[in-house]
């Protein structure tokens, strides 16, 4: 009695290939599930404390302001921070130079930083606002402003500008979410 062979036996070069087409086929889409999956890393930040928004003290705009990074994708995102702003509807309060931030993947990260006004001063007008607002009790937005670059970058290929609403004296409790944008330079999407 004849032995049936498989088909592995019959046609072993076919059937490497077609074993080896389906090995490449599943790394191919792990690959691009991965790439599809990648965004850039959620960020918040809360000022936790501030002060010499008082004129009468004397002291200069001092804010603590805590950055919260979470990163969900499968590789370590690492930036080169420009600095940080804190300002107030649009006039600049306070500086910080930030150094590198890196976030491991899958991970969250707090950067705590001090911004400060040295030699920023603030308008009369402005002192009178907030002041008023403090008396009134009202809530009082700021804006954290930050401008990022990736380094090493798999995906991204443009700095980041980072702006985050966050309320003075810490309330809301919970941080706000910032928006992303990404800083394109006119004329660098056009086709040559």
């Keep these: ?12 070069v076919l059937a490497v290939l077609l074993l080896g087409s389906v090995v490449l086929g599943a790394i191919l ?20 404390s501030f002060e010499g928004l008082d004129r009468r003290t004397g002291a200069p705009p001092t804010f603590r302001v805590a ?39 899958r991970s969250v990260v707090d950067v705590p ?18 002041d008023g607002l403090h008396r009134r009790q009202e809530r009082v937005p700021l804006a ?3 401008t990022l670059e990736e380094k090493d ?8 500008l980072l702006r985050c609403t966050a309320m003075l004296d810490g309330r809301p409790d919970l941080p706000s979410r910032c928006l992303l944008f990404f800083l394109v ?5 056009s086709e040559n």
């Design 185 to 189: 330079e006119p004329g660098s999407m």
């Design 29 to 48: 889409m792990t690959a691009l599930a991965i790439t599809l999956e990648s965004t850039p890393p959620e960020f918040s930040a809360t000022v936790s």
């Design 67 to 105: 950055l919260r990074v979470k990163n969900g994708n499968v590789w370590r995102h690492c930036f080169e921070p420009a600095g940080a702003v804190v300002e107030y509807d649009g006039v600049p309060l306070a500086s910080a130079d930030l150094g590198e931030l890196c976030v491991p993947a």
């Design 113 to 130: 930083f001090v911004a400060t006004s040295e030699g920023l001063g603030m308008p009369d007008q402005l002192y009178e606002r907030l």
């Design 144 to 146: 954290v402003r930050l």
């Design 1 to 12: 009695m004849e032995e049936r062979k498989t088909f592995a036996q019959s046609h072993p």
């Design 153 to 160: 970058a798999v995906t991204q290929v443009w700095p980041l």
